[in-house]
């Protein structure tokens, strides 16, 4: 077999500490405690700015600008760097690993699929109606997809190579495989890799105009799913070439190109990327614990995966589950918070749950988790899978367990 796009049987890289801001809280914490209760985030928009009828995950905090000093940067994605960027522990090992390796030899790689196109949607609003943009609008600073990069480098003090990468809902999975080459290389040490999306007209008109956006909650692998239902995040990990208890043991990645917007049915591009995520780890399907699947709420996308995933693991051969009935689809920013989740479930050796599924859809053939279960597990898989067939699975292990 050719695995084309995977790193084949590559070292595990250690992930000693992540962060990340959600619609459930802010914090890995209050992530699991969502996770362990099957405790949704979503509610019914109530946007100021935002009539379409559906459901939405808000960042708590999202809505405060940021410091004074920090002021040319502020959008709504960067303020959920920021709030993201605050948690204590997560910067007390990003300045371990600068001092142990130097500032430089840091990298940094995020994923988006829109940035802080909220603060341009809201520039163009001022233009309609005086005729000039708003004088402190930046679209270098607060727009543009490498702002994310930069602003993030300036609050943690790095000086590594930089990368923004963005293949729509696979984006902030891809930055994991981008900073495991470049430390293959040589390059870098240790890298930061993350993502971050925030709520904003373009893609909740957008979603809707696709005639995806469902009003009622999204529900994952149900019989009666409608659509997806957006929310906003922000999460960070830190990769080490030196192997911690949590590991990024391998990631495939895949292209199929069957549509603009739509999965190939028989779920190729998906097979694919998995296929190569467990070759590359010198794994077999039957080794895999768990699946955190892309499982947006759709029916194209969720029979798409489910076929990609029998075809892989056989009916039923591997428990699944997909999280976006807690955070909803944080489009840019999913692979980062579904790799937390995964990894998660490694450390609590515990299997999320489905909050909002009711009636799982027999037709699809798969093992889905309805309520958290503890169950021994020591790799897991997150699946991520873009617009226009851009596909990344990551497979996470955890040491000491047989």
């Known amino acids: 077999m050719t695995v084309p796009l995977a790193i084949r049987h590559s070292p595990a890289l250690g992930v000693p500490a992540v962060t990340v ?62 709030l993201a960027l605050q948690d204590a522990s997560f910067r007390s090992a990003i300045d371990g690993a600068i001092g142990r390796y130097g500032a430089h030899r840091v990298g940094l790689f995020i994923g988006t699929s829109t940035s802080g196109i909220r603060s341009t949607e809201v520039a163009y609003g001022v233009r309609r109606s005086s005729g000039q943009w708003p004088p402190a609008f930046s679209y270098r600073h607060t727009h543009s997809a490498d702002s994310l990069c930069r602003f993030a480098a300036e609050i943690l003090h790095l000086r590594g190579p930089v990368a923004a990468i963005t293949t729509a809902c ?24 993350g993502g971050a999306d925030s709520l904003c007209l373009s893609t909740l008109h957008g979603f809707a105009s696709l005639q995806l956006l ?38 495939g990645e895949s292209s199929d190109a069957w549509h603009m917007s739509t999965p190939h049915p028989e779920g190729v591009g998906a097979r694919q990327a998995m296929v190569q995520a467990i070759t590359a780890a010198g ?35 591997v428990p699944v589950s997909s999280t976006k009935g807690l955070t909803g689809h944080t489009l840019g920013a999913a692979g980062i918070v579904e790799a937390i989740v995964t990894m998660l479930a490694l450390e609590h050796q515990t299997l999320p749950g489905s909050p909002t599924l009711v009636s799982p859809d027999s037709t699809l053939g798969l093992d889905t988790v309805l309520q958290p279960r503890t169950e021994r597990i020591r790799f897991a898989m997150s699946n991520s899978f873009g617009f226009g067939g851009s596909n990344c ?6 040491d000491g367990v047989q």
């Not at 799913?225 to 070439?241: C, P």
């Not at 768990?290 to 039923?316: I, Q």
């Open 21 to 82: 801001v959600h619609p459930n809280g802010c914090g890995a914490q209050a992530l699991w405690k969502a996770l362990a209760t099957n405790t949704t985030g979503l509610a019914r928009n109530g946007l100021e700015w935002c009539d379409l009828p559906c459901w939405i995950g808000t960042v708590p905090g999202a809505d405060a600008g940021l410091p004074d000093d920090l002021k040319q940067w502020d959008s709504r994605a960067h303020r959920l760097v920021w």
């Open 214 to 251: 469902s009003e009622d909650i999204c529900r994952p692998f149900d019989v009666d799913r409608k659509g997806i239902s957006i929310g906003e995040a922000a999460g960070f990990a830190l990769l080490d070439k030196a192997p911690s208890k949590i590991n990024l043991v391998s990631g």
């Open 283 to 317: 794994l077999t399907p039957a080794e895999i614990g768990y699946v955190n699947a892309h499982g947006t709420g759709t029916p194209a996308n969720d029979g798409s995966e489910a076929a990609a995933l029998r075809d892989v693991f056989g009916p039923l051969g």
């Open 393 to 398: 699975s990551l497979v996470f292990g955890m």
């Open 170 to 193: 696979s984006s902030s999975a891809k930055v994991f495989l981008a900073a495991q080459r470049f430390i293959r290389a040589g390059l870098i040490d240790a890298a930061v890799v």
